[in-house]
């Protein structure tokens, strides 16, 4: 398992971009897998767009105790194939999805049982409650799988694969796409079931993912071994896992509440505001996915060789992306700056929105190449086990800076000097995170690669009553 890809050995440059390519293909089959979703939803009509709109703050939750989880694997799980303890790698993996499931099935129940109370606190009327619940009631079933496929998919990427995690998005991708006309519309022999069709065409793509998952996880990688019962086990490496799970999840949170703050600031300026910044975020979203890529790249990638104890070659791989964002998202901007107005007249023919969405398009990617360093040390902050340091990095950009910054700018020069402070915002704590990037260093109990200290963690070896067959 140890170096399969040649993240301890090849030369770094050519590693990242072999795990980032797949990863720009992952992001982008996600980016399509909602966009195909909405499509469709969006030809039932109002009602049906407003209630899947409805679902997304407790899709986003779910969301993020994902990717925390997730990030918690990733690093765990490469630290401990890098120090070469492919055994306790398997059983670390084993009882993290053991987790996953049960906690995203407890969430899942809950949902369901007070369904229609919550979606009534968030404001959704009679009218849409019930497409709401036609729609939530199949996908509170389904999301545990798709949870586990997510994390499993971490693992993969631990041992430095890409490819096969992105041909598990994309498959899914594929199968939603064919299911989605079929079962919303009832073309052919299938019958019409609006947004219950959309739900399960969703889940079953996820359903055929968790099983390509799954067989590569414990048959074709190895990565995955049914571990002995053990509540002293898994409660260590729940509590490791946790370690860089909590805070991830809450970082996840953290950039759409601050979303919502700017874009009710805007509301009280010029509603045309609000929806060039709508417009304006989802661009940059397609923007930085070369940033995106990277530093979902960077985390196995430096947390295989700290587990290795080969500090000095993570530094470097850490040094040369962070030189590479910020000169591919600068060289970036000059097409940008050139074609801002038919690039705003994509998104709206509105006078107002394009004044204000060109003034985005200009202004705001000046500092992409900041915010990708942002991006990149946030993340790679998990792969040293500083996630408290990563989780007050993102606080400070956005609650510290970022949104003070807006309110004086709101107050002294309306929308543009409210979106003249996330540029500057971002270059201030890109400056702060390159800082950071060269002086990180692992916390002392986690030098020459270990993990923990007591028996049944990661990195030490089980009790031999413990140990697999």
């Known amino acids: 398992m140890r170096d399969r890809h040649g993240l301890l ?81 398997k059983i670390f993996l084993h009882d993290a999805l053991l987790l996953t499931f049960l906690l995203i099935s407890t969430l899942a129940t809950l949902g369901s049982l007070f369904n229609d109370r919550l979606f009534t606190l968030l404001g959704a009327a009679d009218s849409i409650l019930p497409l709401i619940h036609d729609y939530m009631q199949i996908w509170y079933v389904g999301v545990p799988l798709l949870v586990l496929q997510m994390v499993g998919n971490q693992g993969l990427k631990a041992t430095g694969d890409t490819r096969l995690p992105a041909q598990i998005l994309a498959l899914a991708a594929l199968i939603n796409l064919i299911l989605d006309p079929l079962l919303i519309f009832g073309i052919g022999p299938f019958p019409r079931l609006e947004l219950q069709g959309a739900a399960i065409a969703t889940v079953s793509s996820w359903i055929v993912a968790l099983c390509f998952s799954g067989y590569l996880l414990v048959l074709k990688r190895h990565l995955l071994v049914a571990a002995p019962l053990s509540p002293t086990r898994w409660w260590a490496n729940w509590k490791q896992l946790a370690h860089i799970a909590q805070p991830a999840a809450v970082m996840n949170l953290i950039n759409p509440l601050a979303n919502m703050l700017i874009m009710a600031m805007l509301a009280r300026i010029d509603h045309a505001a609000v929806a060039a910044f709508g ?32 500090k000095q070659r993570a530094r470097e791989a850490v040094m040369l992306s962070l030189r590479f964002v910020l000169l591919f ?67 400070c950009r956005l609650f510290l800076l970022m949104l003070p910054l807006a ?55 089980e009790p031999k009553r413990q140990s697999p067959k």
């Not at 979203?285 to 080969?310: D, E, R, Y």
């Open 279 to 310: 417009a304006g975020t989802r661009l940059e979203s397609v923007l930085l996915i070369v940033t995106m890529a990277l530093s979902s790249s960077l985390v196995p990638f430096v947390a295989q060789n700290l587990g290795a104890g080969q």
């Open 407 to 461: 309110a004086l700018g709101a107050w002294y020069a309306g929308v543009k000097g409210l979106l003249m402070a996330l540029p500057v915002s971002n270059l201030l704590m890109g400056i702060a995170s390159y800082m950071i990037a060269r002086q990180v260093k692992e916390p002392a109990h986690l030098h020459h690669g270990e993990c923990c200290q007591h028996p049944g963690a990661p990195g030490n070896p």
């Open 9 to 89: 050995s090849q030369p770094i440059g050519r590693v990242l971009l072999n795990m980032s390519l797949p990863n720009m293909l992952g992001i982008l089959t996600v980016l399509g897998f909602n966009l195909v979703d909405t499509f469709f939803i969006s030809r039932l009509g109002t009602e049906a767009l407003a209630a899947i709109s409805f679902t997304f703050p407790v899709t986003l939750i779910i969301s993020s105790v994902a990717v925390g989880i997730g990030a918690g694997v990733s690093t765990n799980l490469g630290r401990l194939i890098g120090a070469g303890h492919a055994p306790q790698a």
């Open 329 to 395: 998202q600068t060289l970036l901007y000059l097409p940008l700056a050139l074609w801002a107005e038919p690039l705003a007249g994509l998104f709206s023919d509105d006078p107002r929105v394009l004044e204000w969405l060109t003034f985005y398009i200009r202004v705001l990617p000046l500092a992409y190449g900041a915010l990708g360093m942002v991006i990149l040390v946030a993340t790679v902050l998990n792969a040293y086990h500083r996630p408290m340091a990563s989780l007050s990095l993102n606080l």
